[in-house]
């Protein structure tokens, strides 16, 4: 069960519900974004969390580790008023004695997350750093740290570093104390948070690290040494929190439950929705294939930035006549009337992606780029299939990435990153397969991107006409290594009776490319 890896759109789902459960807000937004931190804006309402592979341990750790930083992040939402930058002394400081503060007030009504919080700090002391490798005033702001939340600090610090520490930890935590018994918020405590820099003698614009959850290399972590972290965490946070079991801690049973039931519902809807009685196309059925590896989010933000406009439903133009007159284009001599044309997608489109072994050294790059024009085209609402065929074991085999019916999502991204490109480029043989199917969706144009020549030009000629027949247009891609092998592979397809190729030798080209391709009124 371990085995099957929870998809961001089941983590979303579930984490969305804790996180308005928890602070109490309806409208709290959340999403998970490959980041170096948590970020919460309390403007927005939103919460940003980094994905479970951010975090070390078994799947159900890493659960338990994001459920729980889920929960400070709530309690933050519901508690303070305002989260200053980590990057600077200052801020970093507050925001760790409101992380006491806001955990304290939360374990009155969430008394249930005592095992989890405390779980989540064995975690921690095996992230935090050792003090003497770092260098400068750092050392003596993570000794505070790790001191005032973990009551213990990791490596060799000067003893009168160690003594600046212990008072401004005695300092944080009387102002904790008297923040939860008098109700003060944030801006009370910010008022201590001088004081505490003028006991660790430094600057309070001092630059901050960011910490993420990492473990250095070279140090393992077992079982016995984890259980050793938990008991000597649960002993310091005793007067907090009663005595605690180290074992029933690192069971976490309660939370196991909630885990098993995820897993179990992302198993049942890792394909929901995902028929197919065609012969010949089959749908990638493994589960925990690491689709982040296909990602690539600046390329993927580019693209939607860039077509934002489609998003939106109107573009503005620039018109002999209106209503708005735009001096500036005026005295530049162009049009100079603004008016604002809406604009829609209305194109189905239906794409092939050729995975012969031709691509093979490319592969990655590939997805990639096709990763992110079915992220875009899912983010402009575009209605589209995903196909994409190989050979496997000697037998050629077409399959379904995505249908039409459904949102382009991680699962869709986990059956893409799954095929291996291998085999020849038996187009003819794929479009008969698909031919059924096509016959019956009739989309308004199939987009073929392949990197070669079919094995059996008449034959495509022949089956190409049949999709004309159904009024589909019939649009290649074709890829190539470099502007003139892409623009020879292009021109060699054009022969095919296709009617409109392109030529693309920079991979991350694709997306532009096909969206420049669907109509638009």
């Known amino acids: 069960m371990h085995s099957l890896r929870l998809r961001n759109d089941t983590l979303l789902e579930i984490g969305t519900f804790l996180v308005r459960r928890w602070s109490g807000k309806e409208k709290i937004s959340l999403s998970i974004k490959d980041q170096k931190e948590i970020q919460t804006k309390l403007r927005e309402n939103k919460i940003i969390m980094f994905p479970l592979d951010k975090y070390q341990g078994t799947d159900f750790q890493k659960y338990r580790q994001f459920r729980t930083a889920l929960w400070y992040e709530s309690m933050r939402i519901k508690h303070s008023s305002k989260i200053l930058s980590n990057d600077h002394a200052f801020g970093f ?148 929190f009663g005595e605690l079991d180290e074992t029933r801690i690192s069971e976490g049973k309660q939370v196991f439950e909630e885990f098993k039931i995820l897993l179990e519902e992302a198993k049942r809807s890792e394909n929901k929705g995902i028929v197919t009685s065609i012969a010949g196309i089959s749908i990638p059925l493994v589960t925990n294939v690491d689709e982040t590896k ?153 987009l073929t991107l392949t990197d070669g020549e079919p094995s059996d030009p008449d034959a495509v000629r022949a089956v190409m006409r049949d999709f004309k027949l159904l009024g589909i247009k019939m649009v290649a891609i074709g890829v190539g290594p470099d502007t003139g092998g892409a623009i020879t592979i292009a021109n060699n397809l054009r022969w095919l009776g296709y009617e409109r190729t392109l030529a693309v030798s920079r991979l991350n080209e694709i997306p532009k490319r096909v969206l420049n391709v669907l109509g638009t009124d």
Request: aromatic share 10%; proline share 3%.
């Open 93 to 240: 400081i507050l925001n760790t004695l409101d992380t006491r503060r806001i955990e304290t007030i939360g374990r009155r009504y969430w008394q249930g997350m005592d095992e989890e919080i405390i779980f989540n700090y064995g975690f921690a002391w095996l992230y935090r750093p050792l003090l003497n490798s770092l260098y400068g005033h750092n050392r003596i702001v993570e000794g505070f740290t790790q001191y005032l939340l973990l009551g213990d600090i990791k490596g060799d610090i000067q003893s009168n570093a160690f003594e600046k520490i212990q008072k401004a930890v005695t300092i944080a935590n009387e102002a904790v104390k008297e923040a939860v018994e008098k109700e003060h918020g944030v801006d009370w405590l910010e008022k201590k948070v001088s004081e505490i820099i003028r006991i660790l003698e430094i600057d309070p614009l001092l630059t901050i690290p960011i910490s993420i959850p990492k473990i250095s290399s070279g140090i393992a972590m077992t079982e016995q040494d984890f259980m050793k972290t938990l008991s000597k965490i649960a002993k310091y946070r005793e007067s907090d």
């Open 294 to 446: 296909i990602y690539d989010i600046d390329l993927i933000n580019n693209l939607k930035a860039k077509f934002k406009e489609w998003k939106s439903g109107w573009k503005e133009q620039h018109v002999v006549s209106g209503d708005e007159f735009d001096q500036e284009t005026y005295l530049e001599g162009h049009k100079p009337f603004i008016t604002d044309k809406k604009i829609s997608i209305k194109t189905r489109i239906s794409i092939l992606l050729d995975h012969s072994s031709s691509i093979t050294e490319q592969e990655i790059q590939y997805k990639k780029a096709t990763l992110a024009l079915c992220e875009v085209l899912g983010f402009l609402k575009v209605k589209f299939s995903v196909y994409a065929f190989n050979t496997e074991q000697k037998q050629v085999t077409c399959w379904l990435i995505k249908p039409d019916n459904l949102q382009w999502n991680n699962a869709s991204a986990k059956r893409l990153a799954q095929i291996k490109a291998n085999g020849s480029t038996p187009l003819a043989e794929v479009y008969n397969l698909l031919l059924p199917t096509m016959r019956s969706k009739k989309p308004d144009i199939f």
